[in-house]
């Protein structure tokens, strides 16, 4: 049972564009961490979610908690190359394990 | 500053073959460890944690085993290996213990870079 959904899975834009990435439970989550991925390297953090209706901006990216601590997303403005990775969801809830969403692979065009 | 190095980086093995990776962390003392395996381009599935030496905790029943023989310790490992065990595996620390209120910011995991495991 997938108790983190993650959407969409896969996401190719043009530079320029903006989009977003969702991720959804029925759980409530003590906090939420999104973490980016490149090829054949370990997730890297970018922010931790911990207070419903929580937004937290990262220069271009910006990160929102839902206010039932059940859902987050992720908003990407005007996205570069450089953004192009795999961007993973993980929600916590307070037993010291993480619950994957099942990641969105994002290809940004130059 | 914490630190944590995973190794090989890449490996081939042939199928009935045993395994064994290893992660060690740097910089701190009794985290707790964790083995994640990734299929290409999606989430991370939790294979073992352990809080302490000697515990270790399994989440899903495999062909796989894990140690911690030592506090920053954290051994993966196989008699033998089959076709399916191929993959990227992640080893990750977090600090003991669990925060609460406004310091659940500090429950924040760090991952190894990672082995990518072919069998054969």
């Known amino acids: 049972t997938q108790l983190l959904e993650q959407s969409p899975q896969f996401l190719s834009i043009q530079e320029g564009e903006n989009l977003t990435v969702y991720c959804n439970s029925s759980?409530?989550?003590?906090?939420l961490q999104w973490y980016r991925q490149e090829p054949g390297e370990g997730p890297v953090l970018l922010v931790t979610?911990?207070?419903?209706?929580e937004v937290k901006k990262l220069k271009r990216l910006t990160f929102q908690f839902g206010d039932a601590r059940k859902d987050s997303s992720l908003h990407i403005t005007a996205a570069q190359t450089g953004d192009t990775g795999l961007y993973l969801c993980?929600?916590?809830?307070?037993?010291?394990?993480?619950?994957f969403g099942q990641g969105t692979t994002l290809q940004v065009k130059p | 500053s914490q630190t944590i190095h995973q190794w090989p980086a890449t490996l081939v093995q042939p199928v009935g073959s045993p395994l064994s990776l290893e992660c060690t962390v740097e910089?701190?003392?009794?985290?707790?460890l964790y083995w994640y395996r990734q299929a290409a381009g999606r989430g991370l599935q939790l294979l073992f944690y352990?809080?302490?030496?000697?515990?270790i905790s399994s989440e899903v029943p495999q062909n796989l085993s894990a140690s911690r023989p030592q506090d920053r310790q954290f051994i993966l490992s196989s008699k033998k290996l089959l076709l399916s065990d191929s993959g990227f595996y992640l080893c990750?620390?977090?600090?003991?213990?669990?925060?609460?209120?406004?310091?659940?910011?500090?429950?924040?995991?760090?991952f190894g870079a990672g082995t990518r495991l072919s069998v054969l």
């Open positions: 910089g701190t003392s009794n985290p707790n």
């Open positions: 990750a620390w977090r600090d003991h213990g669990l925060a609460s209120g406004r310091d659940l910011a500090k429950n924040i995991q760090y």
């Open positions: 352990s809080v302490g030496i000697g515990q």
């Open positions: 993980a929600g916590e809830r307070n037993t010291g394990k993480l619950i």
């Open positions: 759980s409530v989550f003590s906090s």
């Open positions: 979610v911990v207070t419903g209706g």
